[in-house]
Nanobody, 118 residues
Framework: QVQLVESGGGLVQPGGSVRLSCAVS????????MSWSRQAPGKERELVAV????????HYADSVKGRFTISKDTAKNTVYLRMNSLKPEDTAVYYC???????????WGQGTQVTVSS
């Protein structure tokens, strides 16, 4: 059974940084694409970063490109989202996602709240 356990959210000052973590279990890590999405109050869910096996580099939404970095530690089965230069517009619930390379749907974690505010 796939499990995605997220941590690292909280209250952050504008311009600050935080790293979200997603510990994965219940599947072969290398057989899944990994991602982060977010949803702000009253707004559509947005896919912000994706790591795919065949990619040389990660892919990012325009809204976060240059500020966020997705990475993974294969030995620890953990995916990270480093968020720098945070803006109030980044306030959202952030979700870790996994999708089999074989073509399944995205499976999402429980989400962690990130609030960027003075």
């Amino acid at each position: 059974q796939v499990q995605l356990v997220e941590s690292g959210g909280g209250l952050v000052q504008p311009g600050g940084s935080v790293r979200l973590s997603c510990a994965v279990s219940g599947f072969t890590f290398s057989d899944y694409a990994m991602s982060w999405s977010r949803q702000a109050p009253g707004k559509e869910r947005e896919l912000v970063a994706v790591l795919i096996r065949t990619n040389i580099t990660a892919h990012y939404a325009d809204s976060v490109k240059g500020r966020f970095t997705i990475s993974k530690d294969t030995a620890k089965n953990t995916v990270y989202l480093r968020m720098n230069s945070l803006k109030p517009e980044d306030t959202a619930v952030y979700y870790c996602g996994a999708r089999p390379h074989s073509g399944g749907e995205w499976i999402w974690g429980q989400g962690t709240q990130v609030t960027v505010s003075s």
